[in-house]
């Protein structure tokens, strides 16, 4: 049954939240250290570590309660996205997680960030947030608010913890900047769709829907629907 299930999970999130996990696992075997995975653009480019660009989006850190709230977070809004808003159209899909990826990768050049995987769940977050404005949301029955503001609230859940909020602020900037790119500037007078999805893409990764497909909830644990409004 497991087996299954694990493969009516959409494919990009089946991937992603699968390397992630792995990547989590060969760092606590020892098999690897996170040494060989940080984001090092002097490492890229003069040592040719072309896999770092991949890896540091990858891994979330030892196991632990960060690790968990991340592959949670990955996992539930990961798939949300791509059974709805991106249900049958999986290469759209792949090219928003490639412009992510270049641009954080870019920011990275500038930005003294080791790490790129939670500000990657920050963009995902984001993007299903403004495409969901009328969901209410309950933070572990503790704050309801409109789901525009989730980026936002966990933001400051992880300056509560210590952590720096740079990451999640560029998580915010780049999620803002596809959406504004995909969702909205097509939409105003004079605009028009600049995000264009490659041919190539779309006949490697689009394909007729599988009728036995069953869509999630659009919801979390924790972090939960209080309603629907019309």
């Known amino acids: 049954i497991a087996y299954f299930e694990y493969f009516q999970i959409p494919v990009v999130t089946r991937a992603y939240t699968t390397a992630c996990v792995l990547t989590t696992a060969a760092v606590q075997l020892e098999v690897i250290t996170p040494f060989q995975l940080y984001f090092n653009p002097d490492l890229i480019i003069r040592r040719y570590q072309i896999w770092r660009v991949i890896t540091s989006f990858l891994f979330f850190g030892s196991l632990g309660f960060s690790f968990v709230f991340n592959i949670i977070f990955l996992y539930r809004y990961c798939r ?7 249900r049958g159209r999986t290469a759209d899909f792949v090219f928003m997680f490639l412009f992510g990826g270049i641009v954080m990768s870019l920011f990275g050049l500038f930005a003294n960030i080791f790490f790129l995987g939670q500000a990657f769940i920050i963009m995902l977050v984001y993007v299903w947030s403004r495409r ?3 969901i209410r949301m309950n933070f572990f029955g503790l704050l309801s608010f409109q789901a525009p503001f989730l980026p ?19 998580g915010i900037s780049v999620g803002h900047m596809y959406y504004f790119l995909e969702d909205v500037f097509p939409n105003l007078p004079g605009g028009r769709k600049l995000l ?7 006949m490697m990764f689009d394909q007729p829907e599988d009728p ?9 644990e924790g972090l939960q629907d209080d309603e629907q409004q019309n």
């Open 132 to 134: 969901h404005p009328l």
């Open 152 to 170: 936002w609230v966990l933001m400051g859940f992880s300056l509560l913890l210590g952590n720096s909020i740079i990451v999640d602020l560029l």
């Open 212 to 220: 036995d497909y069953r869509p999630l909830p659009q919801q979390d």
């Open 80 to 86: 949300m996205l791509e059974e709805g808003s991106f």
């Open 196 to 202: 264009m999805t490659p041919e190539l893409l779309r």
